[in-house]
């Protein structure tokens, strides 16, 4: 029987790492396989996408669309994945439902900005849910099932005409 301090891997089965740089007799001496000369035989190169003094290709690619900075990143959950939860008994009906909830019953993975409710999926069970935005389809699934949605996003208000 063997013990725990002797086991060890087959010969053959893991090989050293490379030492470059250690002398002719290892086959990686002298310029430790970099070449010779030039800028990328020295240390502290960054030569990341440049091109030689060419116009390198990601500016020369057209710049398409915006990415807004201050855009809400939501956490998504359709109707049926509600379903399928209630099902199996990771969230109770009759609690209310907001983002915590939905989280310690692994629901979703975080909370992020909020939670917008999706309308995919037919839900069957009367829900208290809160959460930061919904769908039109998925508020009209809710109440025509005996639920209450409340959303908790604020809704620009129109100016008020002067008069």
Do not use: C
Not at 47 to 55: C, P, S, T, V
Not at 58 to 71: C, E, L
Not at 137 to 159: F, N, R
């Amino acid at each position: 029987m063997t013990k725990l301090n002797e086991i060890r891997d087959n010969p053959g089965s893991h090989k050293g790492k490379m030492r470059v740089g250690r002398g002719p007799g290892s086959g990686k001496g002298k310029t430790a396989g970099r070449g010779v000369k030039g800028q990328k035989s020295r240390s502290g190169v960054a030569i990341h996408g440049f091109e030689g003094g060419q116009m390198p290709l990601h500016m020369r690619m057209p710049k398409r669309g915006f990415n807004n900075p201050f855009a809400k990143k939501l956490a998504e959950v359709n109707l049926w994945r509600l379903e399928q939860a209630i099902e199996a008994g990771k969230l109770d009906p009759k609690q209310p439902i907001d983002g915590k909830v939905l989280v310690a019953a692994g629901v979703i993975r975080r909370e992020r900005d909020g939670v917008r409710l999706l309308g995919e999926g037919e839900l069957k069970t009367k829900l208290d849910i809160t959460v930061y935005s919904a769908t039109a389809s998925a508020a009209k699934a809710v109440e025509a099932a005996g639920g209450t949605l409340t959303t908790t996003a604020k809704v620009a208000e129109p100016a008020a005409a002067e008069a």
